[in-house]
Nanobody, 113 residues
Framework: QVQLVESGGGLVQPGDSLRLSCVGTGFAFSSNTMRWYRQAPGKQRELVASITNSLRTDYADSVLGRFTISRENAKNTVYLQMNSLKPEDTAVYYC???????WGQGTQVTVSS
């Protein structure tokens, strides 16, 4: 089955950390640039981070220095390490495989005291 499945979301306090995972199956994961997007209530989906198959990374200004994207092709997995979380990071986080044009179902991250 061709799919992306995210996990690792949850409810955390400001300043905490979370690591999101996204596992791809049924397609050539290692050939794809992988991205993390997020969508907060009432807002448009925005690009958070991207990693190419040559491990080049890019980040939104709002997460630069706090979030780290990485991938482990042997496990068909892309990660998003999120540190120093803020309430404005609250959103549903989605992974996306560019060449495949495939979205995951999303995982909720809530940052609240």
């Amino acid at each position: 089955q061709v799919q992306l499945v995210e996990s690792g979301g949850g409810l955390v306090q400001p300043g905490d950390s979370l690591r999101l995972s996204c596992v791809g199956t049924g397609f050539a994961f290692s050939s794809n640039t992988m991205r993390w997007y997020r969508q907060a209530p009432g807002k448009q989906r925005e690009l958070v981070a991207s990693i190419t198959n040559s491990l080049r990374t890019d980040y939104a200004d709002s997460v630069l220095g706090r979030f780290t994207i990485s991938r482990e092709n042997a496990k068909n997995t892309v990660y998003l390490q999120m540190n120093s979380l803020k309430p404005e990071d609250t959103a549903v986080y989605y992974c996306y495989a560019i060449q495949r044009g495939l979205w995951g179902q999303g995982t909720q991250v809530t940052v609240s005291s």
